[in-house]
């Protein structure tokens, strides 16, 4: 239980920081376009900063000890900023925060899936407890706002969760993430052996695979779609006259819609390809999206969040098998760190920063039919015949 442990208290900081810091930030002064910079900073790092800790993850195959210096780095920055009030000071703590921070997905990611084939579970069974941490974390914490709590209370509580995920890091353990079995010869039996470290061509050759490159394109897409739940769902419940508990309740329906479909997701792929899963996950989210900006009524807001089950459980999940069936094996932390760079980094940025302009010339309502249009394109790029149909290259890969 040591990796779900730290999934639930990774994924606990992270229900208060996205739900929870908008808040704070505006109640500091902030406007919208301030609010959409500061949320713009960690995904700003993730375009650059992932990729090295992944390269060095497959060069020395010591995923879980930088795992640990991440994240006691992340926690650590996190912690000064607490004493921030001004746009400026909160945005240098969170940019050193981010340079720890940004590499903790794409770390915990690539742990998990070697504890997944040493268990012999699914990857999705043991990330699934972040999701869970995530849904207690934003449900209680939208509570304690409803009996008083203040604003500023996210950030001491994000600290406190940072500093505990921390100090979850020291109960993991490596397994033998790289070693492949070599092929028995006549004159010598099979052995397990490491593989020779990856060079940079090796790794920026991943951006040359056209199935890679429709896939961070959807994925993208899909992801800039998120941002105006990721800023700015708790404010648009406020503007429709919800109370403050709702937002913790719409997190709380969203990601247990997300644990659901993460638990059964071996059932699901069985039976849906996995082009047609990531296009239903995309076409959920422009559902979803168009009731959430369109219509006046909290309770509606809040019981179409269920569609995040398959907006990002079916997507995370869909992802990563991409991932693990089109990326060469001693390449793969290094896969997961590019699709952590575009996708979260270039897709985070930019949708952020035009969630923030649509947020200031529309509120919520433009915010989000906006975002439910721009979910429309993934869901058909990636059905093009390109994603659907492996190169030669990548068979041989995968062989």
């Given amino acids: 239980m040591r990796l779900p442990l730290f999934y639930f208290l990774l994924y606990s900081a992270t229900g208060i920081t996205i739900g929870y810091l908008p808040p704070w930030y505006q109640s500091l002064g902030l406007g919208g376009a301030e609010i959409a910079l500061a949320t713009s900073i960690q995904p700003l790092f993730l375009i650059a900063i992932p990729p090295i800790w992944g390269y060095l993850a497959d060069r020395t195959h010591r995923q879980v000890a930088l795992l640990r210096v991440a994240c006691c780095g992340a926690a650590l920055a996190f912690a000064f900023l607490c004493g921030a009030t001004g746009f400026a000071a909160i945005a240098a703590f969170?940019?050193?925060?981010?340079?720890?921070?940004?590499?903790?997905?794409?770390?915990?990611?690539?742990?998990?899936?070697?504890?997944?084939?040493?268990?012999?579970?699914?990857?999705?069974?043991?990330?699934?407890?972040?999701?869970?941490?995530?849904?207690?974390?934003?449900?209680s914490f939208g509570a304690w706002l409803s009996s008083g709590g203040e604003a500023r209370d996210a950030v001491v509580a994000a600290a406190a969760l940072m500093a505990a995920y921390a100090a979850s890091t020291f109960l993991l353990r490596d397994h033998a993430s790289h070693a492949v079995a070599a092929p028995a010869t006549s004159h010598a039996p099979g052995r397990v052996t490491a593989p020779a470290a990856p060079d940079l061509r090796a790794a920026a050759g991943l951006l040359r695979r056209p199935a890679l490159l429709v896939f961070f394109a959807a994925a993208t897409l899909h992801w800039m779609s998120l941002a105006p739940y990721h800023v700015f769902f708790a404010i648009h419940l406020r503007d429709l006259g919800a109370p403050a508990s709702w937002a913790g309740t719409g997190f709380a329906v969203a990601v247990l819609a997300e644990v659901f479909v993460m638990w059964r997701f071996r059932d699901l792929a069985s039976r849906v390809p996995p082009a047609a899963l990531l296009s239903l996950?995309?076409?959920?989210?422009?559902?979803?999206?168009?009731?959430?900006?369109?219509?006046?009524?909290?309770?509606?807001?809040?019981?179409?969040?269920?569609?995040?089950?398959?907006?990002?459980?079916?997507?995370?999940?869909?992802?990563?098998?991409?991932?693990?069936?089109?990326?060469?094996?001693?390449?793969?932390?290094?896969?997961?760190?590019?699709?952590?760079?575009?996708?979260?980094?270039?897709?985070?940025?930019?949708?952020?920063?035009?969630?923030?302009?649509?947020?200031?010339?529309?509120?919520?309502?433009?915010?989000?039919?906006?975002?439910a249009l721009l979910d429309l394109a993934p869901a058909l790029l990636i059905l093009a015949p390109i994603a659907s149909r492996r190169t030669p290259a990548d068979q041989a890969d995968a062989a």
């Fill in 94 to 139: 969170l940019a050193a925060y981010s340079l720890f921070a940004t590499a903790n997905s794409s770390l915990a990611d690539s742990v998990a899936v070697v504890e997944a084939k040493a268990r012999g579970t699914e990857y999705a069974r043991i990330r699934l407890w972040g999701s869970v941490g995530y849904v207690v974390s934003a449900w």
């Fill in 281 to 371: 996950a995309f076409g959920s989210g422009a559902l979803r999206w168009l009731v959430t900006g369109t219509t006046s009524s909290g309770v509606a807001v809040v019981a179409v969040q269920v569609l995040h089950g398959l907006g990002f459980g079916a997507f995370l999940a869909a992802s990563i098998a991409w991932l693990e069936a089109h990326v060469p094996g001693h390449l793969r932390a290094t896969g997961r760190a590019l699709f952590s760079a575009i996708v979260y980094g270039a897709g985070g940025v930019a949708g952020n920063l035009l969630a923030g302009v649509l947020y200031d010339a529309g509120g919520g309502r433009l915010a989000f039919s906006a975002a």
